[in-house]
């Protein structure tokens, strides 16, 4: 079992910058991959980001090049780096660490989420 828990959400204008923390309760050095998803206001849940083996990322094409995905060791917590925000990224993001087969991700535990509202 593996808690996760999000913090850094909040309310933001269009433009501005916010950084998502997940902490884990187990050492983030075990997991095979972790992962950001987000769930906006009626749509389903989907995935944003994610990193493996501490270093190799992937990005939704709706935020590549504005958003950074990067673990520390140190404090077991993964992060999520948001520049650039616009209305559209308005959402519950959850963390979650799961893993790969092939090049495909897999999610497995969830955090509750917190919530990123960007003014327009």
């Known amino acids: 079992q593996v808690q996760l828990v999000e913090s850094g959400g909040g309310l933001v204008q269009a433009g501005g910058s916010l950084r998502l923390s997940c902490a884990a309760s187990?050492?983030?050095?075990?997991?095979?991959?972790m992962g950001w998803y987000r769930q906006a206001p009626g749509q389903q849940r989907v995935l944003v980001a994610t990193?493996?083996?501490?270093?190799?990322?992937n990005y939704a094409a709706f935020v590549q090049g504005r958003f950074t995905i990067y673990t520390d060791i140190a404090d077991d917590t993964l992060y999520l780096q948001m520049n650039n925000l616009k209305h559209e990224d308005t959402a519950v993001y959850y963390c979650?660490?799961?893993?790969?087969?092939?090049?495909?991700?897999?999610?497995?535990?969830w955090g509750r989420g917190t919530q990123v509202t960007v003014s327009s």
């Open positions: 979650n660490t799961g893993r790969f087969s092939d090049d495909t991700f897999y999610p497995g535990y």
């Open positions: 187990k050492r983030i050095s075990m997991f095979n991959g």
């Open positions: 990193i493996r083996g501490g270093s190799i990322t």
